[in-house]
Each structure stands twice: as C-alpha cells, then as structure tokens.
C-alpha cells in the first residue's frame, strides 16, 4: 500500500480540522480506513492527543503547586516522636516527588510538540 | 509469617480544642491532596487509553504504523505522534501519582491514630452496638446463642481453610466485636436485670460475678484450702529488671510470667504464684514502688488460681479484696515495707491487671497508688480513683478484655491502647519489641510505614490467642511509636512515679494451704501465713 492510497489532498480548511462531511455514513467510513475521503484521521488524533497532553500537564502543574503548600502547611504541626520523625520525612518525599511529576508532565506536552511534525 | 498489631488510643486526651480543630484540618488536607492525586493517576490512565483509542482511528495510516510523521508528494500531511514514549510516560505519571495518594492517606491514617481524631465516635459505636447486642441477648437468648455461635463457627471455619489447617482460634476474631455485648447480654440474664435497664449501667457482668463467686469460692476452697500463704523468696538470677518506662515494666512483667511457668528458664527458681515488688529511690531519699503481678497460672494450690477472676471481677469492695490474688499482693505490699504515702504503681498482666485494679480501688486508703498498668485486663467497672492514672493496654480480639462488657472509661487520667492483629507478608517488618522493652526502633529495611503497625516477637505462623503478654507489648510499641501526646503524658506520669534508682527487687510467693498452717519447706527469708478471713 502506498502513501497515496491513504488519503487524498487536503481540504481547505485548517490542516487539522476534519472536514464537513456530505453524509454520515462517509463519516464513519473515513474513520476506520485509510481509503478515507479527503481527510486522514491521523491528524486530529495527534491534535486530540497534543490537547490532551498540555491539559494534562497544565493540571499536573496545578496539583504539584497545591501539594507543596500542603507540604508546608501539614509539616509545621507540633506532633513528636518516631512517627512524626516519618511523617514529616515522607511529607517531604511527596513535596520532591509532585514536581518530578510535574516535570516528566511538561515532557509528555513537549514531546506531542517535536512528534507532530514531519 | 509475621503478626502485627496496630493501635488505637482512647481516653487520656491532653488535647486543647484548636490542636484538635489543627489536626482535622490537616487531615482533611491531606485526604483532600490524596483525592487529587488519585484523579489525577486516572485521568493519566485515561490518557493512554485515549491515545491508543485515537491511533486506532487510522489503522493502516503509514504514520501511524511507523510513527514518523510523513508528507505525500501531493502535500498531504500524515502526522504521528511518538506514541511508545507516551505511553511510558503515563504509565509512569500514573504509578507515581498513585503512590503519591496512598502515601498522603498513610500519613492522613497516622495522624488520625496519633492523635485519636475519631476515637469518641468509635467509641460511641461500640457502646451502641454493645447494648444492641445485650438487648437482643435479654430478649431472644437463644436466637442470640444461635447467631453467636455461626459467627463463631463461619469465623473458624473461614480463617481455618485460609491458614490451610484447623484452627478455632479465628472464632475469637470473628465474634471480636460482638463479644462485649453478649458478655453483658449473659451476665443480664444471670442477675435478671430487666430489658431496658442495660443502658442505664455497665457493670452487670461485675454483679453476676459477684453472684457466682458466692458458689465458685466456697466450692474452690474445698479444693484448695482456704488459708493463704505466703513468703519472700531469693531469686537466683534477675528476672524484674529496673524499670523507668511502662514498655521496661512489660517486658519484666513478661519475663517473670513466663519464667514462673516455665516457658522460658532463666535459672532463677522462682516459680508460679510469685509477684515482684520494687524499690525505687529518688534523689531526695524518698522511695517509691513498682509491683509486677503476672497473670492466671491455674495451678491447683496458687493464689492465682482461674475462680480468684471470679472474685475479682465482683461489684463488690469485700467480695473482690477476698480474692487470694489480691489478698497475697495486699500482704506483700505490707511484707515490703511500702509506706502510706510511697507513690506506688502497679503493672499486672490479665488476672494480675484485675487485681492492680482491685487494690488501686479498694486499698485507696491505704496507699498511695498513683499509677496502674494493665495489659489484657477487664477492669472497665472497677472503681479507680480518678487520682490514680490508668493505662490499659486490649487487644481486640483476645477475648479477656472483653469479659468485662464494657469499653474502658475514657479520662483524662484513664488511657486505654487498642490494639488490632493483622497478619502481615513476610519480612515487611522487623521485630519491633526489643529484648530490654525499648521504644525507639530503628526502621526496618524496607518498611515502608514502620509505624503503620508493630510485629509481634516470636509469634507463630498460625493464629494463636493474642491475650499472651507479647501481642500487648506489640500494640503498646506501635502507640508509643506514633507519639500519640496523650500516651506519651501517661508515659511521663509513669516515670514520674518511679523515679530514682532501683534499690531493690523483692519476690514474694503464695501457696494455699488446705487444713493446718503450715509453712512449704523451700521458705526462704521470712514466711508470713494468712487466714482467709473471709472464708
């Protein structure tokens, strides 16, 4: 199978925006075969997935900033003792983990960014 | 196979209302992140899926099976993301956001217990359901028995073919909760106290102890005899150790338990019937006491016979202060010189808690108890002076606590350690009671949460009693561990009250004597012989 049997030329609309179709049924035939009717649905899947991944990031962000005032807040308590000793310890180690996750998030944004282009 | 405990802590509070309202507030935070987290772990999981849902979209696209993105000589565009490595990071995102949430509900779980934020309600709970139970064992006994019974038998039957063996000690798990409440059900019926009125005390179990000590004594005493003897007997190695905390003070009230029934052999010759008084000395030259009274030993002519419970755990100031037990640690206290104004503290295991508790209620006058420890112990109705500080230590399921069919009074000075028997997978944890009792492990490799739970020493694969003194001694590390500040003001006053350096240990042994006073041949220091008055 070649390139050419994949889609057909571009409408003339946005690169990643499907096309109206002219009957429903087409609709559903392009989305399953590469015979599709002028559009390929690879593009909107890498848009959907772009979309997906910096909305994910943004709330990832959101929640590693959250957890470090949280981590702030729950260490200042006056608990003593092995378990307090923990606690806090491990209060700690989530304040370092959620920005590492936060990080690797970014990248997983960053990385729909690099693979979209040809 | 370990078995760990892990505690709760009712009573004792030392809390102001703000470091209460603090403490929900965190704990609501922390649960609250944990919430985030958790929906954010699946909303990453989501994102897989909808990434391999979408490339699914364009099966046979060239970009998509090699995920390069490519442009066709006409200019069509074929765009592929680099899809493998999303993958791997949302699978990573979601096992961390995932660990960052059950970490934050572990920590949430720690504060809760240290602090004991939902104690009242459970506590509340417990005591609903316990009149529940009486009321329905008043009313319906035998459907009441019935239903016991297939709790008790679908318990065993259940933990038996999960151990791979037979073993009825998983009846005493399954009725766990219930058993306070059929206690008090039981003993209702015995004194024929009227529906209705159940809620209005909790000491029935103590008035039909109080009616079946009235048979069981007399009739033991024909057994046994009536006359109570007793003496100072030479230890020939140490086995009380000095004591300056109430895990110190367990450990050497195990060892003296065990030792005394031969299950371990320190070589010291002290044998059933024996308790241990200390002296203290504290740099003012003033002297104070701890008394180690192990538990029941059933041995036909010990003063800690299995019917002087009975006795003990009457409603009575005259029944219970008959108890042989009693009378042996009354006559020893006297025995060893303990002034009327000497703080003294009492640690006791089981039948040796009820009688701490008995002296600290009926003996008031006469010394000055100012701590009580007991561990196994059903003394929920004796009526201990509130000056008197009460730590007890339960175990869930041991069965014994429970015979008093009531929770433990939740004073300021009266503190009670729950602790909970879980099975848990091998090596998670190291062994957490060390040999002199200490308080401050070190973390176990690989404990995750050391202090999510206690093991319990030397326990068995299978599942054995938990009224054995080790499994209190777990549950009391584990409270300690968590730095409940409520534990830890008990913990002081105990110190507090034996403070200095130990001058003495002395052991005292009681025999009954059936007929003529005699004194045993193996007398040691001096021998003291008393007259059950009572009987």
Redesign the interface.
Known sequence: ?S??Q?????PSGS?GTPPSSDAPALDAFR????F?YRY???????I???D??QS?AR??RS?AA??AD?VT??SA?G??????N??RE??R??GR??P??AK??D??AR??L????? | MNWTVSSRIYGGQAYSAATIE??SG?VA??TA?SE??QT?GV??TN?KL??QR??L????????ASG???????????????YA??NE??D??TA??A??AA??D??AD??VR??SLYSQAELTTQRVVNELIQQATMLFPQQTALAAGALAVGGALGGSVAEGGVNGIHALSSTAWAQEGLMAGAASLITGTQPGIGPLSTNEVNRAATMLSMVTAPAYELVQGGRLTMWRKEARTEVVRESHSVAEALESLRRLGEERLGKIDLDSGLQYGTIAIQEYRAADGSSSWLITIPGTDGKLDSPFGWPQNVELMSHTERRRMQADSARLVAEAMESAGIGPDDPVALVGHSQGGIVAATIASDMKDDYNIQHVVTAGSPVANHPIPASTWVTSIEVDDELVAALDGAPNPTTDTWLTVRGQVHRAPDGMLTPSVNEDGSC??P?GAGAD???SAASVRDASDDKEISHWLKYHQAAYRNA??????AL?RHEEHFRRVIDGELVETTYWQGRMIPGAVTAPAESGVGVETLPNLAK
């Open positions: 199978m390139d050419d994949c889609v057909v030329p571009r690169a989305n399953v075969t590469p599709s390929c649905a690879c593009q909107q899947a890498a959907d997935g772009r997906l991944m994910l709330s990832t929640a959250s957890l949280t807040h729950c308590i608990w003593t003792g092995n378990a307090s923990l606690y491990q209060l180690q989530c983990t959620a590492a996750v690797r998030a990248t997983a990385l729909t690099i693979g979209g282009t040809p | 603090e403490c965190i935070m922390l992140e985030t987290w954010l909303m990453w994102a909808s990434i979408q490339r979209k364009a099966p046979l696209c060239p970009a998509m390069t993105s490519t442009t066709n000589q006409d200019g069509t565009v074929h765009t592929a993301l680099p490595r999303l990071h949302c990573a995102q961390d956001c660990a960052v970490r934050l572990q920590l720690l504060l240290a602090y401050t492990p973390l949460m050391p202090f300690i561990d968590l730095g409940s500040p830890q």
